[in-house]
């Protein structure tokens, strides 16, 4: 435990930029409640205003955490989330931002991970390739992801890119905590083709054989492999269905564990998620936010290739 407090007074300090006297909000589940009470004495120990809050854990990713819990975060200066599920892409963290919260969302975090990994790496250098790889988003118009014989294109018009280097010092700013990834929201019925998810999956973890999904005009039609059984909810409505973000990882420590957290952060990875993303530009909510991750693509943007079997070409 004393070790964890540590860190996470790093963290708070290095990532956050938490002052004395500000209000620190950690919001936590029952399955990470020793990770929360950790974070809860690193606040209290840099003389902020510490709170622990804590919840029964979510059902999936995506999922509003309990009103009480979202006015708190509205009311706090900086909020940091370590929960078994993700609310990173909620309305009560986008409402919590617009109010000026700065906010770290730790979905799946383990111990291992606050000390090893994405959590180590150069947090100077994932910001700058961040920074690069979200101004191409930005800019691109269409993008075209393949793999294995697998191509899926993706509109992209209009749509801001959106950085998350794992460094929130401002108010407002929020994201991902290990971070080190640029995502956008494509536009809800502009997505077509298949694609190999080989790397992880939310709700299943480190795969060990393929899903191809199918996607027709922006909605998953159908998932194949072993473990679609286990994503029904994406199927369960037209909502859940939406592809709705096209991640690329750049953060040179990120490792693929199973816990997404992690794994979209990872180099030679792109993800896809379906279901909301009301919270980085787009347009559609959903019951869910369900991540895939692909190992070792290629990617390009308006046509510029970006990604050549996993590797940086800009």
């Known amino acids: 435990m004393e070790n964890m407090v540590g860190i996470g007074q790093s963290v708070l300090k290095t990532c956050l930029n938490v002052q004395a006297n500000e209000t620190v909000l950690v919001v936590t589940d029952e399955n990470k409640r020793n990770i929360g009470e950790a974070f ?18 979510r059902a999936v990713s995506g999922q509003e955490p309990p009103a009480a819990v979202a006015a708190a975060m509205q009311a706090a ?73 697998h191509v899926l294109t993706l509109d992209l018009t209009g749509r801001p890119g959106i950085a998350s280097p794992g460094v929130y010092r401002l108010r407002g700013q929020s994201g991902n905590l ?31 054989e393929p899903l191809v999904v199918t996607v027709e005009n922006g909605r998953l039609v159908s998932i194949e492999g072993r473990e679609a059984q286990r994503l029904e909810i994406l199927l369960r409505n037209e909502r859940n269905a939406t592809l709705c973000e096209l991640g690329i990882g750049t953060n040179h420590a990120a490792r693929l564990t199973g816990v997404i957290l992690e794994d979209e952060k990872a180099f030679q990875t792109v993800h896809i998620a379906f279901g909301t993303n009301t919270g980085f530009g787009g347009a559609n909510k959903a019951d869910c936010h369900i991540d895939g991750v692909i190992r070792d693509p290629t990617l390009y943007l308006d046509d510029r290739l970006i990604l050549d079997r996993g590797v940086f070409v800009i």
């Open 77 to 149: 200066d900086v909020v940091i989330c370590p929960m078994s599920t993700s609310i990173t892409h909620t309305d009560a963290k986008l409402r919590a931002a617009k109010a000026g919260a700065r906010i770290a969302t730790m979905p799946g975090i383990t111990e291992d991970m606050l000390s090893n990994g994405a959590m180590t790496a150069d947090y100077g250098a994932v910001l700058a390739l961040t920074e690069t790889v979200t101004d191409l988003l930005s800019r691109a118009h269409t993008a075209r992801l393949e793999k294995d014989g």
């Open 40 to 57: 809860y004495a690193a606040a209290a120990a840099l003389g902020a205003e510490a709170l622990l809050m804590t919840m029964q854990p």
């Open 178 to 208: 290990p971070s080190g990834e640029a995502y956008i929201a494509p536009l809800e019925n502009g997505s077509n083709g298949t694609m190999c998810i080989d790397g992880s999956m939310v709700g299943v973890g480190l795969l060990t």
